[in-house]
């Protein structure tokens, strides 16, 4: 038995394992773009837990750089803890673990952080150092109440017709933008992206450098989820952009298409914020709900706030590592985060 760092020939039995583990495959390509094409230098960052010529368990990170107070350093997302369920009870979630915060300090990663499952949140905080930051809101605000109710209630699908007409009813309401800038959709991000990353490295005491190189791996060349981006600017500057998703949702007795605001920033300017949310709603005006995290008294929380989103539940809590001696990040005031700093959305 023996924990090693991932070596090439690992791929085919870390598959395997995955889809033993949550019960559904995931491409090569999925694969590939999660671990072997992020743009930072320092991954794939995977260990693995060999037992009989077998992978029997998995730990791995994101490996992004990030802004603390203000100066750059590394960060790791945790993704895809898993123990081959025939190996449980073996003590091999508790080693993949110390092995995960000894191998990171001497990669130079100064915090971990992530969003676990309830079991998984549980064992982190009760076997490791790990501290829990807070819970994240989920904004939601409903376009299509009436779609909505014929999926969750059989008779309401008689008023499901007047849905299209109440959709269109609140789009005519959105105002036009009346700010001296200009929305575009993006394909590709340019240095004026990672321009703005730095002018506001300092928005909090963590910040994920969201430079060109990560948003375009990030949200341009992900293999399996469709983004739309669009960015505000004046002249050659960007003031801000914003990241939008659509998928269906099956409920009980049909389907609703649900919107996300996925990845949002720009600068402290409350109509900039206002017309970056304009257009994501235009862009999702198709769907029923449009939903989107958001962290306490955080530019994109007053936004959503404003517009008449609702907090809807606290899906999932953030639960951070400090690998030094400092609290910082500790508290989910520290951070600036959304759903796109998740691998799952």
């Known amino acids: 038995m023996a924990i090693r760092f991932f070596q090439p020939g690992d791929r085919e039995g870390i598959q395997q394992l995955y889809t033993k583990v949550f019960g ?4 090569l390509a999925g694969w590939e773009w999660k671990y072997v094409n992020h743009p930072n230098p320092v991954n794939p960052w995977i260990l693995v837990f060999e037992k009989s010529d ?3 368990g998995h730990i791995a990170l994101w490996v992004s750089e990030v802004y603390i107070k203000g100066e750059l350093h590394l960060a790791g997302l945790r993704v895809d803890t898993m123990v081959d369920p025939d190996n449980r009870g073996q003590g091999i979630y508790q080693q993949l673990n110390e092995a995960m915060f000894t191998e990171a300090r001497k ?5 971990l952080y992530g969003f676990p499952a309830p079991k998984a949140r549980e064992l982190l905080l009760t076997r490791t150092p790990a501290k829990e930051a807070g819970p994240v809101s989920r904004f939601v605000y409903i376009q299509n109440p009436f779609t909505l109710a014929a999926g969750m209630i059989k008779l309401a699908s008689l008023a499901k017709p007047l849905g299209s007409i109440y959709k269109k009813s609140i789009s005519k309401q959105r105002r036009l933008s009346s700010v001296p800038y200009r929305l575009e959709t993006v394909t590709a991000c340019d240095g004026r992206f990672t321009d703005l990353a730095d002018r506001l490295s300092a928005i909090r005491p963590v910040v994920i450098r969201r430079s060109d190189r990560y948003l375009n791996w990030r949200y341009h060349q992900h293999p399996d989820n469709t983004y739309h981006m669009a960015a505000l600017s004046q002249g050659a500057e960007l003031a801000g952009y914003v990241v939008v998703k659509k998928e269906g949702k099956q409920l009980n007795h049909g389907s609703v298409a649900v919107g996300t605001i996925v990845d949002w920033l720009a600068i402290d300017d409350e109509k900039v914020w206002q017309e970056l949310l304009q257009g994501a709603l235009h862009q999702l005006r198709d769907c029923d709900v449009v939903q989107s995290w958001a962290l306490p008294e955080t530019p994109s929380a007053n936004a959503l ?4 989103f609702k907090v ?32 799952s959305f």
């Open 24 to 27: 559904k495959e995931r491409s």
């Open 54 to 56: 077998r992978i029997a």
């Open 107 to 111: 990669s130079g990663i100064k915090l």
């Open 305 to 308: 706030a404003s517009k008449g």
């Open 312 to 343: 809807k539940d606290h899906p999932l809590a953030l639960v951070v590592h400090p690998l030094e001696n400092t609290t910082i990040g500790c508290r989910l005031e520290d951070w600036y985060l959304h759903q796109g700093d998740v691998d």
